[in-house]
Every structure is written in C-alpha cells, then in structure tokens.
C-alpha cells in the first residue's frame, strides 16, 4: 500500500470518530435539555397557591365569604387552579354583581368583585338594582334605607323607570317616593316621604304629579289644626279628591 493510501485512510479514520464523537454530544446535549426542561415544568406543576387577593367595591359582601364559597375548590396548585369554577362560586354569592378572577405568577390568585347597587326594596323579599333586575340577599347587611316597590312579576324595570322620573319631578318641591305601588291592572300609587298617597291611575302620571306639586301649597293651606293630609286622588280631569287624618300629638 502506497504512502498516500495510508494516508487517506486514516483521515477517514479520524472523521468517522470525529463525526461519532460528535454525534454522541449532540445526543446528550438533547437529553440533557429534555431532562431538564421536565424538570422545570415538573416543579411549575407542584407550585402552590399561597396568596388570595380580595378586592374590588363590596360594601355588602365580605372577604369571609369569598373564601368559603371557594373553599371547596382545589385552588392549592398554580397551574391547575381553574378560574371559571372560582368565578362561577363567588358569582353566586347573594350580594354580587360581577366578578373577574386570574392567576398572577408566582403564586397569587387575584379576586376582584362588584355588589349590588340596590336602588329599592321589591315586593317585601327581594332588591332592585341599578340596572332594573331583583335580586334576592341578606337585608341586614343593608345599611341605609330604600324606597318600597312592589308591582307584579316582570315589571320591575318599567316600576325602576318610573321612579326615577317621578321622583326627579319631586325634587323639586323637595319630596321623594317612599312607596310604589304598580297594581295588577297597571294602576300607579305613591307615598310620598312626607306620608301623604298619592292615586295616579294608569295614565298621564308625569302631568298629574306636576298638577299635584302645583296645588299641594294649596291644600297644605287648607288643612284644619290637628289634621294631616292622608291621601290625593289625582285620577280627575278638573279636579282632585282629598282625604284628611287626624294628625298625631307628636306632629302638631
């Protein structure tokens, strides 16, 4: 064999082990990134949640009972904490309006909730909100009084709307609606804050309100010593029908 067979032969020698050693590295630094990055996402699996944030506007709900509506719920592993399930239980909580939840790294899971805006008491048991729709919650967590409504099922929103308007014209004379009443036939009632009922039949509530706030100096005017006004019957094209009671020793 010549000089430069020999030669030849061992570069290919020397090649082949080259490219083997090489391969061999490329392998173990392939395992070495699988083993790990298994590793890695085997340790995120087991990390815990340790911190449950509460905030948002809850007058009426408390943290106490956010935690224990989600108490049931496996909320102990980071990446397996599902947040639909926690929102589903803390909206079902009585008080709440609406309620947004997510995961925050390392460890957090962030609650915020919204209440109830109650605007009136509904047919004795339930609360009306801001947005016209009964709800039903504890009512000695409310801390203020609330106007009265009652009317039957489904006319919450229109008995809201007509509040709202009625009311405002009321200001005026510095009055308020204490107690709506919508009867089964569509008819409309008011107690005013000063107590005094006010009929307004099934049509043209606003222009009778408005003829009312005109005559009541009137008729406050009118009224004999130890006697109060107990109701206005404003259902009249031309006219007015009052009814008298007598007046309590305290408010002579």
Known sequence: MTKAATQSLKQVHWSFWLGLTFFFFVVVGLLSVVWFVSKRVSAEETAPVTQVVISGEMPY????????????????????????????RVDDLPWVYSVAVRKHWPNELKIYV????????????????Q??????????RMFHPLPQFFGPE??????????RNLNNLLSYNKLSIAELVLTER??????????VQLNLGREERV?????????????????????LIDYIDLRYDTGVAVGWKPASEERV
């Open 186 to 195: 569509f008819s409309w009632q008011l107690t005013l804050s000063d107590g």
């Open 131 to 140: 947005q016209g729709v009964a709800f039903q919650a504890n009512a000695e």
């Open 61 to 88: 709900t408390k943290e106490q009972d956010i935690l224990l509506a989600i108490e049931p719920l496996n909320i102990g592993n980071f990446f397996k904490v599902d947040v639909n399930q926690v929102q589903a």
């Open 154 to 163: 489904g006319s919450e929103e229109i008995a809201l709307e007509n509040y």
């Open 114 to 129: 919204v209440d109830q805006s109650p605007v009136a008491r509904w047919n004795g048991d339930f609360f009306i909100n």
């Open 207 to 227: 222009q009778r309100v408005q003829r009312f706030m005109d005559i009541y100096p009137q008729i406050k005017a009118y009224r004999e010593d130890k006697q």
